[in-house]
């Protein structure tokens, strides 16, 4: 799977290691946490999730060894991402649907002593705001 991430229509700034997103089209604000962020600037239409998750596993410094679950936290935030409209397509799709617990995904890198992974749930939050018409009453 070769995910794209949406870029038109959309204000980015970057705020520490996260990133605020208000998407114009439909006047939605998202917070995107350090995974979530990382996951979205790196789907670009030239990495694989297997990819990704790789170089989200060398951002983070965790090693191939760590019992976190790196691979489903990646495609739970593309999940994220594609709910909040911040995947434009894919490339490639799966040709089975990948199994993946959001519990479990928690509860593993909760576990693992993931404290700058596991505690960063949701990966998205999101506001719709308001039109500047009907904020002003």
Same mark, same amino acid.
């Given at each position: 799977?070769?995910?794209v991430?949406?870029t038109?229509?959309?204000?980015?700034? &970057? !705020?520490?290691?996260?990133?605020? !997103?208000?998407?114009?089209?439909?006047?939605a604000?998202?917070?995107?946490t350090?995974?979530? *962020?990382?996951?979205?600037h790196?789907?670009?239409g030239?990495?694989?999730?297997e &990819?990704?998750?790789?170089?989200i596993?060398?951002?983070?410094?965790?090693s191939?060894?760590?019992?976190v679950?790196?691979?489903?936290? /990646?495609?739970?935030?593309?999940?994220?991402?594609?709910?909040f409209n911040?995947?434009?397509r894919?490339?490639?799709?799966?040709?089975?649907?990948?199994?993946?617990?959001?519990?479990?995904?928690?509860?593993?890198?909760?576990? *693992?002593?993931? /404290? *700058? /992974?596991?505690?960063?749930?949701?990966? !998205?939050k999101? !506001?719709?705001?308001?039109?500047?018409a009907?904020?002003?009453?």
């Amino acid at each position: 799977m070769i995910p794209v991430a949406r870029t038109k229509q959309l204000l980015t700034q &970057e !705020i520490g290691d996260e990133i605020v !997103i208000y998407d114009q089209t439909n006047s939605a604000s998202h917070c995107l946490t350090p995974v979530a *962020a990382r996951v979205w600037h790196y789907c670009n239409g030239q990495n694989t999730i297997e &990819e990704v998750t790789q170089l989200i596993k060398q951002d983070f410094e965790l090693s191939n060894s760590d019992s976190v679950d790196m691979r489903g936290l /990646v495609y739970l935030a593309v999940d994220e991402l594609e709910q909040f409209n911040l995947i434009d397509r894919y490339l490639q799709k799966p040709q089975k649907p990948i199994a993946t617990s959001r519990r479990k995904v928690i509860k593993t890198s909760m576990l *693992a002593g993931g /404290v *700058a /992974v596991g505690t960063m749930f949701p990966l !998205i939050k999101s !506001i719709i705001a308001p039109e500047p018409a009907s904020a002003s009453s």
